[in-house]
Every structure is written in structure tokens, then in C-alpha cells.
């Protein structure tokens, strides 16, 4: 079984900083890609920023400049470091990874429990 278990969140000023971090743990071949999504309340859950195996990163224009994605491979764990913090950041944080559970390429999608950002003015 494959867990992703986020961490990090709390409640900052505008302007501040945050810095999240998703660790992957139990039975796992690889992971490929590792995403972080947010959902505010009432809105849908949207894509923040992503991350390849390789390093390559890509954003949502929301957060470009201001967040940053990292992973560490030999930890199996990703980070979010938020600066310039907005109110409209406030959301719950996920993570999510394809997991590829063994050296045939099955993969699973897995998502974390999700960590509160709130933001305030």
C-alpha cells in the first residue's frame, strides 16, 4: 500500500511563506511525475504546479514566480515552497503522484489527505 501524506500548511500573513512537502512510502516500483493541486471552498480542485522524475516543472499561471516545485528522488518526497502568499491561496493542498507499482509499469494514482493553507489579509 502507497501513501502520499502532505504536510506544511498553517495559517500565514499576506506576503508570507510556506513550505510544503509530500512523502511517498510503502511498496513502490518508481514515481514518475508528482503534482500539487488546491480546492478552495466551493470551487473545483485545480492544478498548482507539477514535477517529472527528470526535474522539468511546470506551473499554474497563478502561482508562476511565486511557488516553487522540488523533489528529493532518494527521499521520495516533493516540496511546494510558496512565497508572496495571497489570500486567494487559501485552499486546501494536495498531492497527488502516479505511482508505478512494479518493473511492469502498472501505475496507480494516488492522492494525499490534503494540508490547509490559509492566507490572511
Known amino acids: 500500500q502507497v501513501q502520499l501524506v502532505e504536510s506544511g500548511g498553517g495559517m500565514v500573513q499576506a506576503g508570507g511563506s510556506l513550505r510544503l512537502s509530500c512523502a511517498a512510502s510503502g511498496n513502490f516500483f518508481s514515481i514518475n511525475s508528482i503534482h500539487w493541486y488546491r480546492q478552495a471552498p466551493g470551487k473545483e480542485r485545480e492544478f498548482v504546479a507539477g514535477?517529472?522524475?527528470?526535474?522539468?516543472?511546470n506551473y499554474a499561471d497563478s502561482v508562476k514566480g511565486r511557488f516553487t516545485i522540488s523533489r528529493d528522488n532518494a527521499k521520495n518526497t516533493a516540496y511546494l515552497q510558496m512565497n508572496s502568499l495571497k489570500p486567494e491561496d487559501t485552499a486546501v493542498y494536495y498531492c497527488h503522484a502516479p505511482v508505478v507499482a512494479d518493473p511492469r509499469g502498472i501505475t496507480y494514482d494516488y492522492w494525499g489527505q490534503g494540508t490547509q493553507v490559509t492566507v490572511s489579509s
Open positions: 514535477i517529472t522524475d527528470g526535474g522539468t516543472k
